[in-house]
């Protein structure tokens, strides 16, 4: 029969334990304490590099990029205000805000023509037109972080992806798959038919008009009627080679 243990078992066993959870505790203190003192550490380094090259991260888009990793690396965000030692010494902030208000001024040009939403790679290329002066200063880096910050206005400002593209919503609206995969398909054309949805997607006619209606309606598509074979196509401003430079210069 096995013995059970004694009260003087129990409490050493349970002694036992607390030594080993106090252990744990001072372990974990320690690494805590190395860690903060790592990124002080980094931080301090971060604030060195960035004075040395401020022209550079000003100046050098990629540059300016890698610096933007090195910085999340440390929880550094030198857009979080237009305050403080970042501002002050980069005045990146400033830059931000600035593409900001260009970037909402474009989508608002556009919207007539592309209903609120806009390739990347075209908005980027109509920001680089309107900061003449400054022309390829500004990368897709930099208008993704702009775009971001416009977020706080809570006025439907994001960029989505469709297949392998980036478009910028500058509208609340909500697209679903059956949309998304529309817009996939139109991005070889730029516009799409109803039967071309039927066979390419295995889709029912009304399940097909039912989504392009609905695109119509929102003002992302546009109906072409003047061809001969009688079909009518739905091209998608956002998607096609067509330019949207319409209303846009400062």
């Not at 013995?3 to 003087?8: A, E, H, K, S, Y």
């Not at 550079?56 to 300016?64: T, V």
């Not at 989508?107 to 400054?134: F, V, Y």
């Not at 994001?158 to 509208?171: D, H, N, P």
């Amino acid at each position: 029969m096995r013995r059970r243990p004694g009260i003087g078992g129990l409490q050493t066993a349970a002694a036992a334990r607390d030594q080993y959870r106090l252990l744990g505790e001072n372990v974990a203190k320690i690494k805590t304490d190395l860690m903060k003192e790592q990124l002080a550490t980094f931080r301090s380094q971060l604030e060195d590099f960035a004075r040395k090259h401020k022209n550079d991260i000003r100046k050098n888009p990629a540059f300016r990029s890698q610096f933007h990793e090195m910085c999340a690396k440390v929880g550094v965000d030198p857009l979080a205000s237009n305050k403080g030692f970042w501002a002050e010494l980069l005045g990146i902030g400033d830059f931000y805000y600035e593409l900001g208000v260009q970037i909402v001024d474009i989508c608002l040009a556009t919207r007539p023509h592309n209903g609120g939403l806009i390739n990347l790679q075209e908005l980027c290329h109509l920001l680089r037109q309107r900061r003449k002066s400054d022309r390829g200063v500004v990368s897709k880096d930099d208008c993704l972080r702009a775009i971001g910050k416009l977020k706080v206005l809570g006025s439907g400002f994001e960029v989505i992806s469709v297949a392998k593209r980036k478009l910028v919503r500058s509208v609340p609206t909500e697209l679903n798959k059956d949309h998304n995969e529309i817009l996939e398909l139109a991005q070889a054309q730029g516009y799409v038919t109803v039967e071309e949805v039927e066979r390419r997607l295995s889709w029912t006619s009304g399940r097909a008009i039912d989504a392009l209606d609905t695109l119509l309606d929102e003002g992302l598509a546009m109906i072409d009627d003047g061809h001969q074979d009688g079909k009518r196509r739905y091209w998608f401003p956002c998607v096609s080679p067509i330019s949207s430079s319409i209303g846009v210069d400062s």
